[in-house]
């Protein structure tokens, strides 16, 4: 099969934006996750 | 009105970003992946009428236990039967869907927690939740590893980590909304369905508004499609219809089956597990420290194993997920009879994280395997496996176990039979992968099969 090797241009600005805003949207909750679980996983070695 | 959910809406425009995509779809598996969660709802569930312990009306636990087994029958079937569709409609109107399914299915319950009606949760979280699940599972799949040919196992393996950590967020929110909604006369629970169900809805929105696919023939900058590929990578495509007639289907259905079982099994025993082993040293408050622990690692693997496999190939980091295994499952009884904690957790931290690695880097292997073009359709089909290993583990680890038990094993020691049994099944999934082949030439689409497909 062929495949061709097009590409867009450089990010625009406002998707610069959003791509700030998307990863903060799902980092801050699963960090919340992570942290949350990591505080009760240290009652395994206490 | 939904005009913006066709798949010509959802073609990126220039200056969009790749790295978008990611982030959309962990607002889908982020969310779904609640369904690993949803034990913390199953005793709160008990007490919906007596409140402080069970009324006679209650619910009783067994019956509440087919909620989850009804969710994650339908996530199979969902996904199984609607991957043709998904990759007709594309990624926009799947998401929408199981976002209203999932949501939906949370308003639904909370209605038959209002009117006390057991079926209703059953249909509500079980039956339409479950295809929420099932859409929402395997919609970004295909779109994620059109965006990153260059590295298709990380960009899978980040979506699919959002589903191992999305009971990790699930767990404490929903136990502090339960206390939010909580009075002398509430348990809780269905207010937060309720705002669990707005929540999920909202987020998966906002998942399904930044997806988007790339414009036909687009490739990522510097990339260059290999022109003499590896053994098991094809620059060819399978139809769906036609990967069912393969072995390679078949083998890649054992290879994933054998891998998940080996870990569900010791999933959902691993609280028990650990303090049976540890008697006196691993408490019941250690124990929930343990399965958190064990939900970590079975995320971070799903990262770091489907990153991984782009680099060493599919078929290696299989190798190394039933080799390495075999070893740590067998060393398990070891840990216990010399009382090493550290070295017990250290043994499964690294199953659950081959487990989620599993599920992470299967999609990828598909494409590998079988092409891009049907992916998602055939991933779809391929995740009955997780149905059947679902049932298959956890019935091996508790009959297993019962059965030691019966016959005047101590609980210390029931479990190493099991282990050993389960590096057998590991050692079966070894021999399953390492017989994987190139698909034979007779089943790949023609130019004139994938040109109609296309513009069908």
Redesign the interface.
């Known amino acids: 099969?062929t495949?061709?090797?097009?590409?867009?241009?450089?990010?625009?600005g406002?998707?610069?934006v959003?791509?700030v805003l998307?990863?903060t949207?799902?980092g801050i909750?699963?960090l919340?996750?992570?942290l949350?679980?990591?505080a009760?996983?240290?009652?395994?070695?206490? | 009105m939904l005009g913006w959910l066709d798949r010509s809406h959802t073609v990126a425009k220039p200056g969009f970003s790749r790295w978008l995509v990611p982030p959309a779809a962990l607002c889908v598996h982020l969310c779904i992946g609640q369904v690993y969660a949803f034990s913390v709802f199953n005793l709160p569930m008990t007490r919906l009428v007596g409140i402080t312990e069970s009324a006679p009306d209650d619910w009783k636990l067994t019956e509440l236990g087919w909620i989850f087994s009804l969710a994650i029958v339908f996530l199979g079937l969902s996904a199984a039967f609607t991957g043709t569709w998904l990759d007709r409609v594309g990624p926009r109107r799947a998401m929408f869907t199981a976002a209203l399914c999932f949501g939906g299915g949370f308003l639904v319950s909370a209605l038959g927690i209002h009117l006390h009606q057991l079926w209703l949760i059953y249909l509500g979280y079980g039956v339409i939740g479950g295809c929420g699940l099932g859409l929402g599972y395997i919609s970004p799949v295909k779109t994620l590893i059109t965006w990153f040919p260059d590295r298709p196992g990380m960009a899978t393996g980040l979506a699919i980590m959002g589903f191992g950590g999305g009971a990790m967020i699930a767990s404490p929110l929903s136990v502090w909304l339960m206390e939010q909604f909580s009075s002398p006369t509430n348990v809780g629970v269905m207010g937060t369905f309720v705002m669990l169900g707005i929540l999920y809805l909202c987020f998966m929105m906002i998942g399904a508004a930044l997806v988007r696919v790339p414009p036909e023939g687009w490739a990522p900058e510097g990339y260059v499609a290999p022109a003499q590929p590896k053994k098991l990578v094809t620059v060819n495509h399978v139809h769906v219809d036609e990967a069912l007639k393969t072995k390679q289907f078949y083998l890649l259905w054992g290879v994933l089956c054998l891998n998940v079982t080996a870990g569900i099994g010791v999933l959902g025993q691993a609280s028990a597990m650990s303090q049976e082993m540890f008697p006196g040293q691993i408490t019941a408050v250690a124990a929930a420290g343990f399965v958190g622990l064990l939900s970590l690692f079975n995320m971070i693997g799903r990262f770091f194993w489907a990153s991984s496999s782009d680099y060493i190939g599919r078929r290696n980091t299989y190798m190394i997920f039933f080799a390495l295994g075999m070893v740590l499952y067998a060393i398990v009884p070891w840990t216990g009879s010399v009382g090493s904690v550290v070295l017990f957790v250290a043994c499964y931290a690294v199953i659950l994280s081959m487990y989620g690695g599993g599920f992470a880097t299967i999609p990828a292997y598909l494409r590998d395997i079988f092409g891009t073009r049907y992916v998602g359709a055939i991933h779809g089909r391929l995740l009955t496996a997780w149905s059947a290993a679902g049932v298959l583990g956890p019935v091996l680890v508790n009959y297993i176990r019962e059965y030691q038990i019966n016959n005047g094993v101590p609980k210390a020691d029931a479990y190493s039979v099991t282990m050993y049994i389960m590096a057998g099944l590991l050692f079966v999934g070894f021999i399953l992968n390492w017989l994987m082949t190139p698909v034979d030439d007779k089943h790949h689409m023609s130019e004139a099969e994938l040109k109609a497909s296309m513009e069908a």
């Open positions: 099969m495949e061709t090797t097009t590409h867009h241009d450089e990010v625009s406002a998707n610069k959003k791509l998307a990863w949207l799902v909750p699963l919340w996750g992570v949350n679980t990591l009760k996983s240290a009652l395994l070695f206490q």
